[in-house]
């Protein structure tokens, strides 16, 4: 950007001259098409600001009646039955963050190693390649990896959900209430199976955050200050200790704020996870089991047929869902920033 510093005229009086060591004030002047471009950009930045906001209002006064009929019990309550004035958020909100927690389980490595090996390993011909297949994956359609997951994944993942029940199932998160000598093909009547699980689903969303989880860290780590890289290898370090004492310290606010970049695009993913999942309301710690529901899969199943009240109650739990969201990618933009300008690397 473009701009003239003009200083400000030159001391007049014998007293003047004893502020010489004042650091002298500048007036920027920015060309016409500077000032354009910053004016396009605060009306961009406001209208923004003025959408979030109306959708956040929007969002909160639907959820007033709702809030006044059940109180608190739409929180505490895990049940969905619209039709006996039954209704809560508590097992949606618990299978929300299971898909999300699990997703970023399995994609955080995936992102770590990946951008490093772009920047730090990869030859110098092929990371603008790769750079632009990460970025192409961003743009794949969740239906896409739903579909993947549905007919590819699903059969050689049950299978080993399956192998981690009977080995590990004395852990409660990989215990499935079934009888682990039966073959997943032939469950015994009336349990669950493993098909549609929360895992599953979390092998859908996985793809889609790892995107933009590797850009960000990607970004960071190419910031790091290449006069300590070629120091440490010039004293004889080897490329992985350069980079775990240089580009990793450097990088921790990258590796954050793209984790919880990414956990906030996992609790809003929704088509993917309606595809892929068994929908089942009931508070339960079994990842591997089938049946789970989470908010988005929620709204987007139960919004055509519901009557004003449950569309008071889905607008509700997407209120919640809206501010869980907010709440993770604020504290994300400010670690990054912070990353980004150097705060982090100092502490």
Do not use: C
């Not at 039955?81 to 958020?89: A, C, K, R």
Request: glycine share 8%.
């Amino acid at each position: 950007m473009s701009r003239a510093a003009v200083s400000t005229p030159a001391p007049s009086s014998d007293d003047d001259w004893a502020d010489d060591d004042l650091p002298r004030s500048l007036a920027v002047r920015y060309s016409l098409q500077d000032r354009v471009f910053l004016h396009v950009v605060r009306v961009l930045a406001f209208t923004v600001l003025a959408i979030t906001s109306g959708i956040g209002i929007f969002l909160g006064a639907q959820s007033v009646p709702t809030l006044r009929h059940y109180g608190l019990s739409f929180f505490t309550e895990y049940r969905w039955l619209p039709s006996q004035d039954i209704v809560g958020i508590a097992a949606v909100v618990l299978g929300t963050l299971q898909v999300a927690v699990i997703a970023l389980l399995l994609a955080f490595p995936l992102s770590l190693l990946t951008a490093l090996f772009i920047t730090d390993w990869a030859p110098a011909w092929a990371r603008p390649l790769l750079v632009r297949m990460v970025d192409l994956m961003a743009a794949v359609p969740g239906i896409v990896f739903g579909l993947w997951v549905l007919i590819v994944i699903q059969p050689h993942a049950t299978e080993v959900t399956h192998w981690i029940s009977k080995y590990f199932g004395w852990i409660p998160f990989f215990h499935v209430r079934t009888d682990v000598d039966y073959p997943i093909w032939t469950q015994a009547p009336g349990y669950p199976s493993y098909a549609g699980s929360a895992a599953i689903a979390a092998l859908a969303v996985a793809m889609m955050i790892f995107p933009m989880a590797t850009s960000v860290m990607r970004e960071v780590f190419a910031e790091a200050p290449a006069g300590e890289k070629e120091a440490a290898l010039a004293l004889g370090a080897t490329r992985w200790s350069m980079v775990r004492t240089v580009v990793l310290p450097f990088g921790r606010g990258g590796i954050i704020g793209g984790t919880m970049l990414a956990l906030g695009r996992a609790l809003g993913e929704t088509i993917s996870v309606v595809m892929v999942i068994s929908q089942a309301f009931e508070i339960k710690p079994y990842v591997l089991e089938s049946g789970t529901a989470t908010i988005s899969a929620l709204i987007a199943s139960g919004f055509k047929e519901a009557s004003p009240a449950q569309l008071s109650a889905l607008l509700t739990a997407g209120f919640l869902l809206f501010v869980m969201t907010l709440v993770v990618n604020s504290l994300a933009a400010v670690v990054v920033a912070r990353s980004r300008g150097g705060g982090v690397t100092e502490l």
